[in-house]
């Protein structure tokens, strides 16, 4: 039995966009570090998503694990990492 498998991994300073379409348009749905592509699905490695509080004043990456998709579902774009994307927990509470 043969298996091709595509490994989508960029380099250093860059994440990879995961986006899903919604009628006629796709929009953005997460972040991961790379993907493996089968011939039928697009497989997500080191899934992550934006998390912020309630002011916007702070954002930050929390992991989540991203089910596989058709190829045909999903898109993926090459982007630079912004530095939210590297803190790892919640900002601490200053008590008064």
């Known amino acids: ?8 991994q960029p380099g250093p300073g860059h994440i990879v966009e995961i986006y899903t ?5 796709h929009f953005l749905t997460g972040y991961c570090r790379s993907v ?3 011939p039928t ?3 997500f490695l080191g899934g992550f998503k934006r998390v912020s509080n309630l002011d916007l004043t702070h954002c930050r990456a929390v992991p989540c694990e991203w089910d596989c ?3 045909g579902k ?7 990492e ?5 803190l790892p927990g919640p900002p601490e509470r200053k008590s008064s």
């Open 1 to 8: 039995m043969n298996f091709e498998a595509f490994f989508i």
């Open 36 to 38: 493996i592509q089968t």
């Open 21 to 25: 379409p919604v009628l006629y348009h």
């Open 69 to 71: 998709m058709p190829i």
């Open 74 to 80: 999903a898109a993926v774009w090459m982007a630079p």
């Open 41 to 43: 699905h697009l497989h």
């Open 82 to 86: 912004q530095p939210w994307m590297r």
